[in-house]
């Protein structure tokens, strides 16, 4: 990620709206959920408010969207999440890791290792 798509991550997400919708949908996982169930989680927002919020983080890339059926699909874009915490902690330690420490840490254990994978 580069500075100019951080900046564009860090706009959409400057709204509450928005960051609540991201954390929701990294809640639901890869499978995502459809904007309806979206729009009822944010207080029975209207279908054209969350239109343009459900836009706005597609535009910045950290939402994807998909069609099923007469239903849109949104999921978090994993790879764009992590990008923008890679981008925040690149150049963290500059030679002293105990800097980095507390933010590996609170990462690690919000994502342990899951049962049979090379770090279980």
């Given at each position: 990620m580069n500075e100019a798509?951080?900046?564009d991550a860090f706009a959409?997400?400057?709204?509450?709206?928005?960051?609540?919708i991201v954390r929701l949908l990294v809640?639901?996982?890869p499978e995502g959920l459809p904007a309806g169930?979206?729009?009822?989680?944010m207080g029975g927002a209207s279908s054209s408010r969350m239109s343009f919020h459900l836009g706005q983080l597609e535009q910045?890339?950290?939402?994807a969207s998909r069609r099923d059926?007469?239903?849109v699909i949104y999921n978090a874009a994993y790879p764009a999440l992590s990008g923008l915490i890679e981008f925040l902690m690149r150049d963290c330690c500059q030679g002293h890791p105990e800097?980095?420490?507390?933010?590996?840490?609170a990462l690690s254990s919000c994502c342990p290792p899951t049962k049979g994978t090379a770090n279980a």
């Open positions: 798509q951080a900046l959409a997400l400057s709204q509450e709206t928005r960051l609540r809640t639901a996982g169930v979206i729009g009822e989680a910045a890339g950290l939402v059926g007469r239903s800097v980095c420490t507390p933010a590996v840490t």
